[in-house]
């Protein structure tokens, strides 16, 4: 295909992409009609179905590219084997960046429509788990492998306490939003309060005196 025509058809994807989302977000799958996504689009329904096959097709299309690209969003924020000096400022620093990143109405709008479809579309559920918690807990893992080499985190086993800490530091916001709405998104204020319960917590559980916080007498 020539250059100009792979150009032609990677924008018109995106446009249906974006018009998609949109209408599942707020239509639902059931909800939702491929004459929907094309007049959002501006496209005919002939070019959705030529560039994604089927409905079912689009809407798992969809899920993968919003699951993926918030996960490519927290490696970003996240430079492998660059850790501060201090495991506490990590865990503090990541931990805002994660809530920043996931606690969001688009994202929370996506996990809510993924649990309601997740008995149509098994795959749906693999596929936010694999972009979701999973690369936040082996973030933590490699973090908390790090800290322990420098005596700042006791011997533990990582991927256990980087779940018990990521569920500790996700669980209570995405679950209020995900019952709440919008209304129960925390605050900028809400999420660095939130998080430094959370390492309080955590450290109080798995550090070690090396990573108690100085106190000036």
Known sequence: MPKAAETRVRRSQAKILAAAEATFLHNGFLGTSMDAVADQAGVSKQTVYSNFGSKEALFLRVVHEMT?????????????????????????????????????????????????????????????HKH??????????RAISHYQLSGQLIECDPAKAATHYNWLLMGEPVNAAMLLGEAGLPTKTQMRAHTSECVELFFNAYGTLKSQPQVCV
Not at 89 to 102: G, H, I, K, R, T
Not at 132 to 141: L, M, Q, V, Y
Request: proline letters at 8%.
């Open 68 to 128: 993926g690209a918030a996960a490519a969003e927290l490696l970003e924020i996240e430079p492998e084997c660059t850790y501060p000096v201090s495991a506490r400022d990590y865990f503090y620093s990541a931990s805002v960046a994660q809530l920043n990143v996931v606690m969001t109405p688009r994202l929370m709008r996506l996990r809510r429509m993924v649990i309601g479809e997740v008995e149509r579309f098994p795959e749906l559920g693999r596929e936010l």
């Open 132 to 141: 979701g918690p999973k690369p936040s807990i082996n973030k933590f893992a």
